[in-house]
């Protein structure tokens, strides 16, 4: 699904909007999204990437778009970071620096 | 001919008698139809044989439906948070709203084609506010209009186990066994033996529903 089709995810788009992506880790299937202020959003995916993969995208996120099966971060510079969610909820997590929960899909 | 003015009366006397019979007779017709007419109303649904009642009340009517979910499709899912997460005020505000395509989901999986305001909920059956996810596995639509057991009660025992939760008097994890299990016994053990009529109707958050009181529901809860 393009990003262009799926709604904004309107709860947690002003939570990270204007926050970073500095680097992406992998925990399983489970990605780790860092962000520079210290906050990380864990993402339950269907699959990780493979070793070979090349990096993530990384950057400025200006929205969240989200759908059953997808999420996709818009970041600046017209780039987008997508991953495929392991189910339509309870896939997506969001502790600040120490451990506050921000978020939960 | 003339008559007496005692046999004018007599007749008058007798003609009132007649017709407030008839008209009595006239208005219990009418109850009667429109009770018929109207087959959701509680009066016709007791009235009627057990036999009959599948024939008055929708297939998917929230009077059918079972006052605990479906252990297997529904067993109750849980985010990973501890206590401390969701003693925190506004907690539940940071969990994202279901997607209504999950909602439909969940009505669909208990066979609920059609429903009428106020009738269901989708119920986290481990509430959000201890620690429950949105995952279809925790949904399920819960009636608002059952009795004594409806998603009104269940708020209370949500509530009670929260605040026992975050006094410390209870484990998160206990908790959320008790409230996913059978939430009814849960209920008689930590809020109270049975929910009073006015516990049962009463509104502990706002939203809109019918005003009436519907007979009880035909499904008992399982025995422990």
New interface residues.
């Given amino acids: 699904m393009t990003t262009s089709r799926m709604a904004r ?1 309107q ?2 788009t002003p939570i990270i909007k204007g926050r970073t992506i500095t680097q992406v880790t992998w925990d399983g299937a489970a990605a780790q999204l860092h962000l520079t202020d210290g906050s990380l959003l864990r993402i339950h995916t269907t699959v990780a990437p493979p070793a070979s993969a090349p990096p993530a995208t990384v950057g400025k996120v200006r929205a969240v778009r989200q759908s ?1 099966d997808t999420i996709a971060f818009d970041l600046e510079g017209s780039s987008s970071l997508q991953f495929s969610l392991a ?4 896939c ?2 969001l502790r600040d620096a120490k451990g ?6 | 001919m003339h008559s007496s003015p005692f046999s004018r009366a007599l007749a008058t006397r007798r003609l009132r008698t007649s017709s407030a019979i008839i008209a009595g007779a006239i208005a219990t017709l009418a109850c009667e139809r429109a009770v018929s007419a109207t087959p959701q109303t509680p009066q016709a649904i007791v009235d009627t044989a057990s036999t009959t009642l599948q024939s008055v009340v929708p297939a998917d009517s929230a009077l059918r439906f079972p006052d605990v979910p479906n252990s297997v499709r529904t067993p109750g899912t849980t985010l990973d948070v501890t206590a401390a997460d969701i003693c925190v005020s506004g907690y539940a505000k940071r969990v994202r709203n279901v997607p209504s395509a999950v909602k439909r989901q969940a009505y669909a999986s208990y066979g609920v084609r059609s429903h009428e305001p106020g009738e269901y909920e989708i119920d986290h059956l481990i509430s959000l506010s201890l620690g429950g996810s949105n995952s279809i596995r925790n949904l399920w639509p819960e009636s608002f209009r059952t009795q004594p057991w409806n998603a009104y009660v269940k708020d209370e025992l949500e509530n009670e186990l929260h605040r026992r939760v975050c006094a410390g008097r209870i484990e998160l994890a206990k908790a959320q066994y008790v409230i996913s299990h059978n939430w009814i016994i849960g209920y008689r053990i930590y809020v109270h033996t049975k929910p009073t009529s006015a516990q049962a109707r009463r509104k502990t958050r706002s939203r809109s529903r019918r005003s009436y009181s519907p007979p009880r529901s035909q499904f008992d809860p399982p025995v422990p």
């Fill in positions: 995810n709860k947690l059953l189910e339509p909820t309870s997506v997590m506050a929960l921000e978020y939960a899909d």
